[in-house]
């Protein structure tokens, strides 16, 4: 009996609600295109199945470069987590800063903002991915494999951005019916 309740207290105490501040995870890559292009293209939900790994298809507002207060819905899997997510734009300044805040279906949130800035010869785009650690299971989680996995996840996504938006690898065709065709690569 006593090894039952305290099985649940341990449970309890894991799973409980916590304040505990968001994981961030900061990606950053140098592109050779303009801030005007890398923005309309990054900021275009149809392309994100392009380039990012973890962006299954998208549905909604998919065809341009969101303003704020618009919605889209995504697919992902993040860290072998698959679910959807509903982005709405919270900021937008054209072509510098770019933010989407999201919530999950099962009730995740998370945040991912771009700042892009203009180098010699291109763009500086940085990439943040901040999301919730609701309690302390997930805590334990993100420290030991998921965090390890989004930074991967990240940094593919700008590995393969770069290529697509230089030219240096063809954009991947997506399978299935849920994906939509993304936008051309706008000239710089």
């Known amino acids: 009996m006593f090894g039952v309740v305290l099985l649940v207290a341990v449970g309890a105490v894991l799973l409980a609600p916590l304040p505990l501040p968001p994981a961030s995870v900061r990606t950053s890559v140098a592109i050779a295109r303009s801030p005007g292009a890398v923005f309309d293209y990054v900021t275009t939900p149809g ?17 341009h470069s969101l303003r704020v207060g618009e919605v889209v819905d995504e697919d992902f899997i993040v860290a072998g987590y698959q679910g959807r997510v509903r982005w709405t734009v919270v900021q937008r300044q054209v072509p510098e800063r770019w933010a989407i805040a999201g919530k999950i279906e099962d009730g995740g949130s998370g945040k991912v903002s771009y700042r892009l800035t203009a180098v010699d010869g291109g763009t500086l785009f940085e990439r943040e991915f901040d999301y919730a650690r609701p309690n302390l299971l997930f ?6 494999r998921v965090r390890r996995q989004v930074t991967a996840e990240s940094a593919e996504a700008l590995r393969r951005l770069k290529a697509v938006l230089e030219g240096l690898a063809p954009a991947p065709r997506m399978a299935g019916p849920d994906r939509r065709a993304a936008a051309a690569v706008p000239a710089s």
């Open 47 to 63: 392309n994100w199945p392009r380039w990012h790994p973890s962006s299954l298809a998208v549905a909604g507002a998919t065809d």
């Open 139 to 144: 805590l334990l989680a993100d420290q030991l």
